[in-house]
């Protein structure tokens, strides 16, 4: 039996019903460029402002420092192990997760959603391995949706975070099983950094960066990064969306979202070993009974 304190429940408004939890893993969202005092100055105004009405860690740590180790990490706390814990395959050993957990204890249903494919680092044999009831790739968008620009040798990673955030909201319409576990792993910010509107967002980064109280030699620093921090803000806005249309639903009332990063992104340089790993955590719900900031 689960004998964890519960550390958290003091701050929720809870109800009868166990609550919904959506988490959101932002690829490559990094503390660098995200939320108060970012370093770099933030390129995520929406999530800062989340941040405010929410349960933040502003010094959170994640323990995967590339994105195959995201959803292990993430979800079950398992080590890295040689290659990375989901490359085990069927070797993996016994372990337990928030998934496997809330569907045996408490009868929750789960799916999983991302823009690329599930066999991607294995993804898929790690959250069969938990008891996943869905998993939707880019195979199961269709036609209504765009995937991310190709580069000049027509790859892309597949669909982007407002494309992911939809097909979700189109999901979790037609459903009304509840309560449910749910889980979204973004991809556009990611090499090649390639974004729908890229001009518009380009734009966007400039004036943003003009907005910022920063210092000359750190805009200057900014400006060799244009595409990465375009595709921040091209995230920032997607995840505003996705929560501007959740609110909507009768669902929104009782449900728990988490929004975290994987890593930050590489192709920025690091300041220091740690910076890699330095995310933001953020716990936002309409249950929530006040805002409380973690240093």
Not at 82 to 106: T, V
């Amino acid at each position: 039996q689960e004998t964890t304190p519960d550390v958290l429940g003091e701050y929720f408004n809870l109800g009868e019903t166990p609550p919904n939890i959506v988490l959101v893993i932002v690829e490559s969202l990094g503390r660098a460029y995200s939320g108060q005092n970012a370093y770099l100055g933030s390129f995520t105004p929406f999530l800062d402002s989340l941040m405010q009405k929410s349960l933040y860690w502003e010094n959170c740590l994640s323990t995967s420092g590339r994105t195959f180790q995201a959803l292990p990490a993430t979800l079950a706390s398992v080590p890295f192990g040689d290659h990375g814990f989901a490359e085990l395959e069927n070797k993996m050993p016994d372990h337990i997760s928030l998934i496997s957990i809330l569907k045996e204890q408490s009868g929750y249903s789960s799916s999983f959603v991302y823009g690329g494919e599930a066999e991607f680092d294995k993804m898929d044999i790690f959250l069969n391995r938990q008891g996943i009831d869905q998993i939707i790739d880019s195979r199961k968008f269709g036609a209504d949706y765009t995937k991310l620009p190709a580069s000049a040798n027509g790859f892309s990673w597949g669909y982007g975070d407002h494309e992911i955030f939809r097909r979700y909201l189109e999901d979790i319409r037609t459903k009304s099983d509840s309560p449910r576990m749910d889980v979204m792993l973004t991809v556009a910010m990611h090499d090649p950094f390639n974004i729908p509107d890229q001009e518009n967002f380009n734009h966007k980064f400039e004036v943003r960066l003009e907005g910022l109280k920063l210092s000359e030699k750190i805009k200057s620093f900014d400006q060799q990064y244009v595409k990465q921090l375009a595709s921040v803000l091209y995230f920032d806005e997607s995840i505003r969306y996705f929560l501007s249309e959740f609110s909507k639903m009768k669902e929104f009332a009782n449900t728990i979202f988490i929004i975290t990063g994987d890593h930050r992104m590489p192709e920025i340089p690091i300041s220091s070993q740690i910076d890699r790993f330095h995310v933001p955590l953020v716990i936002y719900s309409p249950m929530l009974k006040k805002a409380e900031k973690f240093s």
